[in-house]
């Protein structure tokens, strides 16, 4: 067979409108693969928390480890094959009998189980990592198949760095390992290093030269080291692939994998140009992104396409006008697709009119165009000082433009706090409003913090459910001023505050404060005050 020289940049063409619909296997391996990025390693409940997400959300293989990698990697793998059902579970071998034989032993208990196999085949890993010939590797591999068949007839091979394996060789390899017993081939970009037109270029060459390549399904498995591996996963469809390997939120080994997420929407908002299918609910996205980072403690980037917080946000007041007249202006796909609840109009200085006077609108006010003038150019003001207007600042706005006057206002009078070890803590405050003073002493809570919160809302009859509570220091030294932000939820809105001392507890009590006038001010305006009676 001769070498296959030829490299475009891009698939040499696209399906057309007349190519049916073809599905495309999702194979998860963020319970493998995943788990190898650094701090995100996970127990066994979690493991099963997860596994289960993603059966549930129609995951077609999920790789739920390494059995020889340790026994805590055996015992999840066993367990998930034991109580999931739905999909496929797949356990990861090396090609050598006591790697194989362990992840029988971790997988026989499926209802659907399928062993996976790798061995190296590129000249760098040849040399440097196996030092084994061509042959010698032809062989182990043959031995490594066959016996993982000898267990179940579902049987996947990796040439493991195969984006940079010799066309000839890699052709040789999969040739042998489909005649041993693969049904599936994972054709590998180890490493990230490949581009969409070598990756398209490489699958399609593979179905045009391996002669049994018809008895077996071609898998893509594609590392983001140069930020294509969705872009590489899609163009090994284009070639022929049938299955993708991902993990959700793209977690893997240094940059990660292909984003399962990106993967699935892809091919379902351009079925168009694609044509293809795959069986996941994507209504689960969202939720399940949101699981493995709580799980694994790697948080999504806020800009991450699909299930990033800013994925269906928009700001540019020019974007804001386009969707409230039509959201296919600016959004391809709608978030309730993916799992969110809805778009999210986020109010900051780039902001427009429409978009001020639909939050207004929303929150209950309507403003005339004197009015929405008047409230946008105090709105300009406070966008330049914050990244982002929350209900509490429109509705105070909007109040002080209706009213002509400046909000009530608490402050912070005086306060105690005693706080130890098992025990629980007592606080003291006291709140002035007007001419007036209220002071409040708890015992109860989960320390001092949570103690403060309690007193604040007795005093002014205001209850909160606290959503986000950040500290950070503003300046520098042991004596460092530290900021307080706090976003609260009252009656299903949302308020944010901001608190500043040298002292945390006092900081806390002047952020709740400052959400809490906030919350007045709405109230006030509508005649619905919940002061306490002195």
């Not at 067979?1 to 495309?24: A, F, K, L, Y």
């Not at 499926?110 to 010698?136: C, G, N, P, W, Y």
């Not at 908002?269 to 399940?288: A, C, E, M």
């Not at 629980?424 to 001092?448: A, C, M, S, Y």
Request: charged share 25%; with cysteine.
């Amino acid at each position: 067979m001769s070498e296959t020289t030829t490299v475009t940049d891009q698939p040499s063409s696209g399906p057309t409108s007349e190519s049916p619909q073809r599905h495309i296997r999702i194979f998860d391996t963020t319970l493998r693969d995943g788990e190898q990025s650094p701090g995100a390693s996970m127990n066994l409940s979690e493991k099963l928390e997860v596994a289960a997400a993603l059966s549930d959300m129609g995951v077609d293989v999920i790789e739920a480890g390494f059995p020889i990698a340790s026994p805590g990697d055996f015992e999840s793998v066993r367990q998930i094959a034991q109580t999931v059902r739905g999909s496929t579970i797949c356990g990861l071998a090396r090609c050598n009998d006591k790697d194989i034989d362990r992840a029988w032993e971790a997988l026989k208990v499926a209802s659907s189980a399928r062993i996976h196999v790798f061995l190296a085949t590129s000249a760098i890993h040849r040399q440097f990592k196996l030092r084994m010939t061509t042959d010698e590797i032809v062989e182990r591999a043959i031995a490594g198949v066959k016996r993982a068949a000898s267990y179940c007839d579902d049987v996947e091979f990796s040439p493991e760095d195969a984006c940079r394996t010799e066309h000839d060789f890699l052709c040789r390899v999969v040739e042998a390992a489909i005649d041993a017993g693969a049904t599936t081939i994972n054709v590998p970009d180890t490493v990230g290093y490949a581009t969409p037109g070598e990756v398209f270029d490489r699958f399609k060459m593979l179905c045009d030269r391996v002669p049994n390549m018809d008895k077996a399904v071609l898998s893509t498995h594609c590392h983001n080291d140069l930020g294509m591996a969705v872009a590489n996963s899609m163009a090994a469809v284009a070639g022929g692939a049938g299955q993708i390997e991902c993990t959700i939120n793209g977690i893997g080994e240094r940059a990660g994998n292909a984003a399962l997420e990106e993967i699935v929407m892809a091919i379902k908002t351009r079925q168009d140009y694609f044509h293809l299918t795959t069986g996941i609910n994507s209504k689960r996205l969202v939720p399940v992104s949101r699981l493995v980072s709580k799980t694994t403690g790697i948080n999504v980037q806020r800009n991450k396409a699909i299930v990033g917080r800013n994925a269906f946000a928009h700001e540019s007041g020019i974007h804001q006008d386009g969707m409230l007249k039509e959201r296919s202006t600016y959004e391809i796909m709608s978030p309730e697709e993916v799992g969110f609840s809805k778009t999210d109009l986020v109010l900051g200085k780039h902001s427009g009119r429409a978009a001020l006077a639909d939050r207004a609108k929303q929150l209950g006010f309507t403003l005339n165009g004197e009015q929405l003038q008047s409230v946008f150019d105090r709105f300009k003001v406070l966008a330049d000082k914050k990244k982002e207007i929350y209900d509490g600042d429109i509705v105070a706005l909007v109040q002080q433009q209706i009213s002509g006057t400046s909000t009530t206002q608490w402050t912070l009078l005086d306060y105690e706090v005693t706080s130890a070890r098992n025990q629980t803590p007592r606080v003291r405050v006291t709140l002035g409003h007007g001419d007036k003073e209220f002071t409040e002493q708890v015992e109860q809570g989960d320390g001092p913090i949570d103690a403060a919160f309690w007193a604040v809302e007795k005093i002014t009859g205001i209850e909160l459910v606290c959503k986000d509570f950040r500290v950070r220091s503003a300046t520098l030294g042991r004596d460092a001023i530290g900021e307080v932000n706090v976003e609260v939820e009252h009656k299903g809105r949302s308020y944010r505050g901001v608190g500043v001392s040298t002292d945390s507890v006092e900081s806390t009590i002047l952020a709740i404060l400052n959400a809490i006038d906030r919350i007045a001010a709405g109230q006030n305006s509508q005649g619905d005050s919940e002061l306490p009676q002195p």
